[in-house]
């Protein structure tokens, strides 16, 4: 499995349900995890680059060294989902 194969769209639909909110990157048992917007098979290491490229697109704000992520939705990536999925491949 690669980046390219966890799409983006459901990771900022998740973000966009809690703007007010930061949310983590730990498993499915926290309710505000990202893990809940890709597939069950992605490895840790995996979740973190994901959430790290989305990171420098400019469409998540957030920090995917490890800690606890406190990722965010940014206007750009409200932009993109405003946009529908069949521009920019969200």
């Known amino acids: 499995m690669q980046c390219k194969d966890i799409p983006d769209r459901p990771i900022l639909e998740f973000l966009a349900k809690y703007q007010e909110e930061w949310c983590n990157w730990f498993g499915k048992e926290f309710e505000r ?12 290491k995996l979740v ?31 932009t993109e989902l405003k946009r529908g999925p069949s521009e920019k491949g969200v």
């Open 48 to 78: 973190l680059v994901k959430m790290c490229m989305m990171i420098c697109r400019g469409v998540v704000t957030g920090c995917p060294c490890g800690c606890r992520g406190d990722f965010e939705i940014t206007d750009k990536g409200l």
């Open 33 to 44: 995890s990202v893990r809940h917007a890709m597939p069950d098979d992605v490895p840790e």
